[in-house]
């Protein structure tokens, strides 16, 4: 879930240098080449995981690799191109807790536009039980409610899926998408 | 909604040409630069927009671009950096339809993998009725349920939303967020 934007000083079509302009028509600065013309837009990322639920649990990986190192997290990871979020959402969980699962459906989405990133969630259930550490991961863990480490998650996001899962657990409510607005964090990141 | 992927041959980050392989650690060939050594990732985009009522009527636009030159649409189009998903909705009502609107909530997810997008639509109430065409629109109108022209309608993602949209109205349901996936069309757009 890092933050990827290279900067663009040339164009990635010709190779010659970029200008920062408004083009014609438009309102926002944009790279735009200064050869071929080319206009490179840069737009959010969408960010996709998985609420993995077995036996009651929940299923975290604790990170291998930053931002976040040694931190607990769902599943989730960057969208790739050709496939669909519920995909996405199964191939990071696959890749990160080396578990299968089936996919409910979509539980919850979150703003972050100070990263230009959005996170969607995806409610789930575990095909065997089976998990481990993936690549990226160094531990994955069913957890019950009462013994998720809080204070040791990665994202903010994260924690707010979570949570709303948990509490229409407990409520024996279903079928609510939940939506939040992340600002910027005022004190280290929690 | 165009398709905006212009072809990496040279690095943005210094200039030098890309190869196209694999990076350690990945399972999907990436344009990767040659003397710096930067991958550039490329990922699915977001086009965002309004299902926007006014007196039980719905607001379309007709295009004035391409693709779907002269067709109708929900107003939407590609989420910017910086804003939110429901930001970029209200923005594209705005810039499109010249129409003001107090967004309600999340109404549907249509992925369309082989153009790399995700559609997201937000429910929305018109402030003051107004309307206009923008600059990428022909024409605006508020439509009644039995006048709206399906055979003219720009995207599948868009009749998607909003024939559930009218399903959900006439049988008084409301929460639920619908989905979808696209697969290419078989026979000329519809």
């Known amino acids: 879930m890092s933050i990827v934007h290279p900067p663009i000083h040339f164009c990635s079509s010709c190779g010659a240098p970029v200008t920062h302009a408004i083009p014609e028509g438009d309102n926002i600065a944009r790279h735009i080449c200064t050869r071929c013309g080319t206009i490179h837009y840069q737009n959010p990322k969408m960010v996709v995981g998985c609420i993995a639920e077995w036996e009651g649990k929940v299923l975290l990986c604790r990170r291998a690799i930053e931002p976040r190192h040694g931190r607990w997290t769902l599943p989730a990871g960057f969208m790739e191109n050709a496939e669909t979020t519920a995909e996405a959402a199964a191939r990071e969980t696959l890749e990160e807790a080396c578990a299968q699962v089936r996919i409910e459906r979509l539980f919850a989405l979150v703003n972050i536009p100070y990263i230009h990133q ?16 993936g690549i990226e991961s160094l531990e994955s863990r069913l957890f019950a409610e009462a013994d998720i480490p809080w204070r ?34 005022t004190t280290p990141p929690d």
Request: aromatic fraction near 10%; hydrophobic fraction near 45%; avoid cysteine.
């Open 118 to 133: 959005v996170h969607l969630f995806y409610t789930a259930a575990l095909i065997d039980g089976v998990h481990a550490p």
């Open 152 to 185: 040791e998650m990665a994202f903010r996001s994260v924690s707010f899926a979570l949570r709303a899962w948990l509490d229409d657990r407990r409520a024996e409510r279903s079928g609510t998408v939940h939506t939040t607005d992340l600002v910027p964090p």
